[in-house]
């Protein structure tokens, strides 16, 4: 059983900040990749920004210079420091986890996902 669970989500002005948090918890052997995905209304979920074990990341266009992907091992959490928020920002934020519960054991996991609106 792996959980990954959002936090940190609102509603915050244009040109704000906001930090999301994603923990992932449960019989996890290694995790090879974290990262954000997004959703608004009417749209596919896109990419957000990804980092990978070995400290590598890749951001979207629409963010780079704006949102940060960070990663603590220690406790499986994933952060996206997401700063000059613009209203094109909301949508509902996954969390993703691409991971092995055993060593032979790889798939993907997704949390439940947190809204962020930037409106003024």
């Known amino acids: 059983q792996v959980q990954l669970v959002e936090s940190g989500g609102g509603l915050v002005q244009p040109g704000g900040s906001l930090r999301l948090s994603c923990a992932a918890s449960g019989s996890i052997f290694s995790i090879y990749a974290m990262g954000w995905y997004r959703q608004a209304p009417g749209k596919q979920r896109e990419l957000v920004a990804t980092?990978?074990?070995?400290?590598?990341?890749n951001y979207a266009d629409s963010v780079k210079g704006r949102f940060t992907i960070s990663r603590t091992n220690a406790k499986n959490t994933v952060y996206l420091q997401m700063n000059s928020l613009k209203p094109e920002d909301t949508a509902v934020y996954y969390c993703?986890?691409?991971?092995?519960?055993?060593?032979?054991?790889?798939?993907?996991?997704w949390g439940q996902g947190t809204q962020v609106t930037v409106s003024s």
């Open positions: 993703n986890a691409d991971l092995r519960t055993t060593a032979l054991n790889k798939r993907v996991y």
């Open positions: 980092i990978i074990s070995g400290g590598s990341t």
